[in-house]
């Protein structure tokens, strides 16, 4: 399942037995923490050696030294950031020890061997218990729907995590595909095309459920619009035939969507393809090479914003003197928040998922246009506003090969030529032997 392979789930504070450790409030009274346990990655409290309320243990599982646009190493201090400022000015009188669990050659996730939930399970039932750590009340890493724990993701893009019959307590800070969905139609219906090609590497996660599930949406589209798509995955191993994949694709439609690491797409230069994020887990997608991408990835963020948003929730919970360990009272103080964001800003909408906006770029190679290109070569054409759920398809034109018209969604003598009409127009031979042919 993708948020197992992608590591980058927050669970957070619920009634499971990795609370066997204690409660998160302590019934005798207050617990007098005078020093942090000597496994606590970040021990410099401000105020060390204060009694506090309430205790609670935040484990973080995540690769470390791949490839992963959430390993420890991205995203280490942007959960270290969340959790400073929960400590200093969000929970001050609740005690949070800091804990990362990992295990050498951790760089992979294989479906086969679930490394993360092991290291969790066996820290809260063991070592938590036999050093006497405070309970665990926030993980950073896999959790299961069935725990009852607050979840918080920040790679879960797939449409399995539409289904709030299971993910009930699931705040989704990542790009999903059901708005990333609605936008792609938006663009497709601005440009009148039904028929759609879908090139997918296969062996790609991110590529491999991106175009699967486009596959699937449109495939299954209800309404007054009927969509013809294409599914055409490729494995990467040893594969150098991109120009008969691209007739294959020709044979079908004129609307080619490609889901391939950014050095696929170089190869072609002829597509409409997704850049969830920037990371060098995709691959830089501009025509120019060797330009520096340093901007803060969403994918990383979302890990920050998660810890922020439960800090928030905890404390409103522990305010409002409700049960701080139903999941689900959590989750809902989670929702419907707009708070500050490394990115600017992050709006949870009131059904748990991150208010998402996107935009439809074209490269711009040209020299004197009246177009303002955005950095690296990109144009800005149509654009949708999460937030308030404006598309526009008028930004600016489109422009087409050699200032050509919009292409037609089925050309005229059909995508093979094999249109009788054109046939008997275009053949010098007699016409009742070429309908004989053609029939």
């Known amino acids: 399942m993708l948020a197992v392979r992608l590591l980058a789930v927050v669970c957070l504070a619920g009634r499971v037995p990795c609370h066997s450790a204690g409660n998160l409030s302590d019934s005798k009274g207050p617990p007098l923490l005078g020093s942090v346990p000597r496994d606590d990655i970040m021990p410099n409290y401000p105020e060390d050696g204060k009694t506090y309320r309430w ?89 299961c729907s069935d725990m009852g724990l607050p979840l918080v993701n920040s790679q879960a893009t797939s449409d399995y995590f539409d289904d709030m019959g299971i993910f009930k307590t699931l705040t989704r800070l990542a790009y999903t595909m059901y708005t990333l969905d609605a936008f792609s139609f938006r663009v497709l219906d601005a440009l009148n095309y039904t028929d759609v090609a879908v090139i997918y590497d296969e062996v790609m996660p991110w590529s491999q459920v991106t175009g699967q599930v486009f596959y699937r949406t449109m495939y299954y589209r209800t309404g007054p619009i009927v969509m013809v798509p294409h599914q055409l995955p490729y494995k990467p191993a040893g594969f150098t035939n991109f120009k008969g994949m691209l007739e294959d694709a020709k044979k079908v439609s004129r609307m080619i969507l490609v889901m391939a690491p950014a050095k696929v797409v170089r190869t072609w230069m002829i597509f409409i393809t997704y850049e969830w994020f920037r990371s060098p887990y995709f691959g830089d997608y501009t025509w120019r090479n060797g330009d520096a991408r340093d901007e803060v990835a969403p994918a990383v963020t ?46 949870v909408k009131k059904n748990g998922v991150k208010d998402q906006s996107f935009v ?80």
């Not at 937030?387 to 018209?405: A, C, E, H, M, Q």
């Open 55 to 143: 205790n609670v243990s935040i484990l973080v599982t995540l690769t470390t030294g791949g490839t992963l646009p959430t390993d420890l190493g991205r995203s280490g201090s942007a959960i270290e950031m969340a959790i400073r400022e929960a400590r200093r000015n969000i929970l001050p009188d609740v005690y949070v020890h800091y804990k990362i669990l990992s295990r050498p050659g951790m760089t992979g996730c294989p479906d086969e061997e679930n490394h993360a939930t092991y290291l969790i399970t066996n820290y809260a039932y063991g070592e938590a218990v036999d050093q006497g750590i405070p309970p665990v009340g926030l993980l950073v890493g896999p959790a």
């Open 302 to 347: 979302g890990m920050h914003d998660g810890v922020i948003l439960y800090a928030l929730a905890l404390n409103e919970t522990l305010a409002a003197g409700e049960d701080h360990l139903n999941g689900t009272t959590i989750t809902r103080r989670m929702w419907g928040k707009t708070i500050p964001s490394p990115e600017g800003s992050l709006n």
């Open 360 to 439: 439809l770029v074209q490269t711009d190679n040209s020299t004197g246009s009246s177009w303002s290109p955005t950095a690296n070569g990109w144009s800005t054409v149509m654009s949708y506003d999460g937030i308030t759920g404006i598309f526009r398809s008028d930004v600016r034109p489109i422009v087409w090969l050699d200032g050509k018209p919009l292409p037609p969604n089925v050309p005229a003598c059909g995508f093979q030529n094999e249109k009788l009409s054109c046939i008997l127009r275009d053949s010098t031979e007699p016409q009742t032997k070429l309908y004989q042919r053609a029939t």
